[in-house]
């Protein structure tokens, strides 16, 4: 049971790409998934979080109205949609899914119990 997160690379600021989470021998429409970045020197943190069938969406303030988190469980894959990329968005992406998360935990690593190996997001100006 796994999830990893091709995708990531050097981006432009502006630029708009697409990362991916998948999983293997597990079912992401069982999960609440998310996705937390770990920018250099601070702490990881939840950028956005969708809940099981994509009806509830968490945002961070800072990426709220730039990133897009959707879900297709028929490809078994979670993607966050980064728009407007700015060089402070620079980070190690990674993607967590859990079987307890709840919105009022959601933002918090505790609450998940699978962890992809992360991919890094680099933004030039």
């Known amino acids: 049971e796994q999830v990893v997160e091709p995708g990531g690379g050097l981006v432009q600021a502006g630029g708009s790409p697409r990362l991916s989470c998948a999983a293997s021998?597990?079912?992401?429409?069982?999960?609440?998934t998310g996705w937390f970045c770990q920018a250099p020197g601070k702490e990881r943190e939840c950028a956005a979080g969708?809940?099981?069938?994509?009806?509830?969406?968490y945002y961070a303030d800072s990426v709220k109205g730039r990133f897009t988190i959707s879900r297709d469980n028929a490809k078994n894959t979670v993607y966050l949609q980064m728009y407007a990329l700015k060089p402070e968005d620079t980070a190690v992406y990674y993607c967590?899914?859990?079987?307890?998360?709840?919105?009022?935990?959601?933002?918090?690593?505790?609450?998940?119990?699978?962890w992809g190996q992360g991919t890094q997001v680099t933004v030039s100006s």
């Open positions: 967590a899914a859990s079987s307890y998360a709840t919105d009022s935990n959601l933002v918090y690593g505790y609450a998940y119990n699978y």
């Open positions: 021998g597990l079912s992401l429409s069982d999960q609440f």
């Open positions: 969708i809940s099981l069938r994509g009806g509830y969406t």
